[in-house]
């Protein structure tokens, strides 16, 4: 059986998890990427980082935007949420506060729901500050629906 999933229900998965899928417009050419994420309750948006690229010289272009989130199961037993937005760079200390709430925000995640030792947890956050200038920028959540599909 299949149903549309409930607003608290849509804003659960993407609490809960930390990866998804980024879809994006380059010239007229639609492109997907897998994106680590956090949801910022607050704020209501979904906040990443990225060094210099395609992706984001694409969404600098053209802020329109698609995220996608799928927990599954089995083919019979699957969730998914899409969210419709628009990129936003942040910059200063915008930026420093939001890649700050990121890393917290994965490490609550990882370890809430995974068990991750906080060895895994050091080495992700060390990840972060070892990039050299990320552009951390987030995704103004305009529209989300989700599907579940459950034998």
């Known amino acids: 059986m299949r149903r549309n999933l409930e607003p608290a229900e849509n804003l659960q998965i993407l609490?809960?998890?930390?990866?998804?899928n980024l879809a994006y417009i380059s010239g007229t050419s639609p492109f997907i990427v897998p994106m680590t994420y956090y949801y910022d309750r607050e704020s209501h948006t979904i906040t990443s980082y990225s060094s210099e690229g395609h992706?984001?010289?694409?969404?600098r272009k053209n802020n329109a935007v698609a995220f996608i989130?799928?927990?599954i199961e089995?083919?019979?037993d699957w969730q998914t949420v899409q969210?419709?937005?628009?990129f936003e760079e942040l910059k200063g200390i915008d930026a420093k506060h939001m890649l700050h709430e990121?890393?917290?925000?994965?490490?609550n995640i990882l370890s809430r729901t995974k068990g991750m030792?906080?060895?895994y947890i050091s080495e992700f956050s060390a990840k972060i500050e070892s990039d050299c200038s990320p552009i951390v920028f987030r995704i103004n959540i305009n529209e989300i629906t989700g599907k579940k599909r459950e034998s």
């Open 15 to 20: 609490s809960s998890n930390y990866m998804g």
């Open 83 to 86: 969210v419709l937005g628009t």
């Open 74 to 76: 089995t083919v019979a």
């Open 55 to 59: 992706k984001i010289a694409a969404m």
């Open 69 to 71: 989130v799928n927990q």
């Open 102 to 107: 990121f890393s917290e925000g994965i490490k």
């Open 117 to 119: 030792d906080s060895e």
